[in-house]
């Protein structure tokens, strides 16, 4: 007893330390989720300050991306850039992904597949207009990180699938993009947005306060580690719009805030895929530098993590989230 409490005690200055990171687990960080400090507007504060930090670094990047897409990232909380790649890049990148057979990961959601390779050099990493972009919209002028993704909708035989509740990712500002390889119908998996959720308004801080205080003990385990699922009538309570499914074609560049509500649309059939390249750009909130040295090597950090937690899952030492896959994406899903 007193051992256990002596560990608790040891881990304290870590999970203070954790503050000022991406660390959002109320779950598990006794300070994150500490019903009193969130009472006093721990969470609050932490939301407000890494908005106005992003701001900051968003108006150092600003000549990264146009005034069009200034406004509507502004406004909506996403762009849509069409017909993003050069014709013989897209061709190029939508080969090698189909015809992709090397390493590969997927991780098991609900009844939904993410299968996954990472991208460690390709030219769609060097397009500029595309890169600029992303850079932007993260708040950082660091390259993303890179991967080939097929969504494989209906493909296990459990109850339902997380990702296609609607729900914020974390606590501030993170960008995520979609460059999709095929034409995507609304009733296909489309990427859905509520526009303007993204907005740091009266009503969202108010809600953020709310979901703070419970939010150690919420009965959904994703909710409880940060990634607050939204409940139903939340966007007319908020004053928001509904849910708006992106239909999109073949190249299409779709770069979003996931701070704002999303979630992955449902699907017309009960086995269907859909294909894309996946850049996600997750940095620290607080720092207020918006370059970066780590291009290319968060890549293969990422990589060797992932190979550790195979290695560790096959040897039953810890269990990962993202497990070895099939070395290429399913042709059909029929
Ligand atoms: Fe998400």
């Given at each position: 007893m007193a051992l256990a409490a002596l560990k608790k005690a040891a881990k304290l200055p870590l999970h203070i330390a954790a503050l000022l990171t991406t660390a959002k687990d109320f779950s598990r960080?006794?300070?994150i989720g500490n019903h009193v400090l969130?009472?006093?507007?721990?969470?609050?504060?932490?939301?407000?300050?890494?908005?106005?930090?992003?701001?900051?670094?968003?108006?150092?990047?600003?000549?990264?991306?146009?005034?069009?897409?200034?406004?509507?990232?502004?406004?909506?909380?996403?762009?849509?850039?069409?017909?993003?790649?050069?014709?013989e890049i897209f061709e190029k990148l939508k080969h090698d992904a189909e015809n992709y057979n090397g390493e590969a990961y997927q991780c098991a959601q609900g009844d939904t597949l993410t299968w996954r390779a990472v991208l460690l050099d390709h030219p769609v990493m060097r397009d500029k207009k595309t890169s600029n972009l992303m850079r932007y919209c993260a708040g950082k002028?660091?390259?993303?990180?890179?991967?080939?993704q097929q969504i494989q909708n209906g493909f296990l035989n459990n109850p339902g699938d997380p990702q296609k509740n609607l729900h914020v990712d974390c606590f501030h500002p993170t960008m995520k993009a979609w460059l999709f390889l095929e034409d995507v119908e609304a009733d296909n998996g489309a990427f859905t947005f509520v526009p303007g959720s993204h907005r740091l308004t009266?009503?969202?801080?108010?809600?953020?306060?709310?979901?703070?205080?419970?939010?150690?003990?919420?009965?959904?385990?994703?909710?409880?580690?940060?990634?607050?699922?939204?409940?139903?009538?939340?966007?007319?309570?908020?004053?928001?719009?509904?849910p708006q499914g992106l239909a999109?074609?073949?190249?299409?560049?779709?770069?979003?805030?996931?701070?704002?509500?999303?979630c992955r649309g449902k699907t017309r059939e009960k086995k269907m895929t859909r294909m894309e390249v996946?850049?996600?750009?997750?940095?620290?909130?607080?720092?207020?530098?918006?370059?970066?040295?780590?291009?290319?090597l968060r890549d293969k950090i990422y990589l060797t993590m992932m190979r550790k937690g195979e290695k560790d899952s096959v040897t039953g030492k810890k269990r990962a989230s993202w497990r070895k896959a099939p070395p290429h994406p399913v042709k059909d899903a029929a």
């Amino acid at each position: 007893m007193a051992l256990a409490a002596l560990k608790k005690a040891a881990k304290l200055p870590l999970h203070i330390a954790a503050l000022l990171t991406t660390a959002k687990d109320f779950s598990r960080n006794p300070v994150i989720g500490n019903h009193v400090l969130n009472r006093m507007g721990l969470h609050v504060a932490r939301v407000c300050l890494a908005h106005g930090i992003f701001a900051f670094k968003k108006m150092l990047l600003s000549p990264l991306a146009t005034k069009e897409q200034r406004k509507a990232f502004a406004r909506d909380g996403f762009v849509v850039m069409e017909n993003a790649l050069p014709p013989e890049i897209f061709e190029k990148l939508k080969h090698d992904a189909e015809n992709y057979n090397g390493e590969a990961y997927q991780c098991a959601q609900g009844d939904t597949l993410t299968w996954r390779a990472v991208l460690l050099d390709h030219p769609v990493m060097r397009d500029k207009k595309t890169s600029n972009l992303m850079r932007y919209c993260a708040g950082k002028y660091e390259r993303p990180r890179f991967y080939i993704q097929q969504i494989q909708n209906g493909f296990l035989n459990n109850p339902g699938d997380p990702q296609k509740n609607l729900h914020v990712d974390c606590f501030h500002p993170t960008m995520k993009a979609w460059l999709f390889l095929e034409d995507v119908e609304a009733d296909n998996g489309a990427f859905t947005f509520v526009p303007g959720s993204h907005r740091l308004t009266k009503q969202r801080l108010k809600w953020e306060y709310d979901r703070s205080l419970e939010a150690a003990n919420d009965a959904d385990s994703y909710s409880a580690r940060g990634s607050f699922r939204v409940e139903d009538g939340t966007c007319e309570k908020l004053g928001l719009p509904q849910p708006q499914g992106l239909a999109v074609k073949a190249n299409t560049l779709v770069v979003a805030n996931t701070f704002g509500f999303h979630c992955r649309g449902k699907t017309r059939e009960k086995k269907m895929t859909r294909m894309e390249v996946f850049a996600i750009s997750r940095i620290n909130p607080f720092n207020p530098v918006p370059w970066g040295c780590l291009e290319g090597l968060r890549d293969k950090i990422y990589l060797t993590m992932m190979r550790k937690g195979e290695k560790d899952s096959v040897t039953g030492k810890k269990r990962a989230s993202w497990r070895k896959a099939p070395p290429h994406p399913v042709k059909d899903a029929a």
